[in-house]
């Protein structure tokens, strides 16, 4: 079993949409990130979060460090939000990043 | 202007090849990765470098080493290619560790035939 789970693994929305994409991990951390990865390719963080929560224009992450979850939301889905949104996790005393399998969100016009 | 890039883009080479891929940050940033992201587009982590010195090491096969001549340069030498090396690899850099937000490179496909 991965230390980082993400779930749904597929998603798809129609624009305008509300969306939640979910990540738990099994371990104590440090950081929790969230990243995109773009349909060709390429992978961009939007957030770095230890406690608390973070907006960013549209997105939003939370977590919750007793319950072991963080999630991403997406408010107005827009079909540019289509890509593959990944969670990974800094286990507390590592300089190593684990990575979930990723959500491929796709966002209908 | 480029924050993390990587040559070359595309790599096609036969089998029991010895290749390279170079990266190169001008972020400033003190560390630098390399990841590898397979056919499943599972994202693992093989090396990590801070200031020159090599502080992950995953259990990746021999044949693969990093040298980083200086904080803005991972390279990546594979020796022997296989089959399974095919993959997506992308650098990565931050400013001091894991803790801090990651700029990735635009990735390099390496297909071994």
């Known amino acids: 079993k991965n230390e980082v789970e993400q779930s749904p693994q597929n998603l798809t929305a129609q624009e305008g949409e509300f969306i939640t994409i979910n990540c738990s991990y099994s371990?104590?951390?440090?950081?929790l990130h969230w990243l995109q990865q773009h349909p060709g390719g390429g992978i961009v963080s939007l957030f770095m979060l230890s406690s608390g929560k973070k907006k960013h224009g549209r997105l939003i992450a939370t977590i919750n460090i007793q319950e072991k979850h963080s999630s991403l939301h997406i408010t107005a889905s827009h079909p540019r939000d289509s890509a593959v949104y990944i969670c990974?996790?800094?286990?507390?005393?590592?300089?190593?990043?684990?990575f979930g399998k990723g959500m491929k969100l796709t966002v209908n016009p | 202007d480029t924050a993390v890039s990587q040559t070359p883009k595309y790599l096609v080479t036969q089998m029991g090849n010895d290749k390279s891929i170079k990266c190169e940050q001008n972020?400033?940033?003190?560390?630098m990765y390399w990841y590898k992201q397979d056919s499943k587009k599972f994202l693992k982590i093989m090396f990590s470098?801070?200031?020159?010195?090599?502080?992950i090491n995953e259990t990746v096969p021999n044949r693969f080493s990093p040298k980083s001549p200086d904080k803005a340069h991972l390279n990546l030498h594979i020796n022997s290619l296989e089959l399974g090396d095919s993959a997506v690899y992308f650098c990565a850099s931050s400013p001091r560790g894991q803790r801090y937000e990651q700029y990735f490179g635009p990735g390099t496909r390496l297909t071994v035939t």
């Open positions: 470098y801070n200031n020159k010195e090599l502080i």
């Open positions: 990974a996790a800094t286990p507390r005393g590592s300089e190593k990043l684990v």
């Open positions: 371990v104590g951390i440090s950081a």
């Open positions: 972020l400033g940033h003190d560390t």
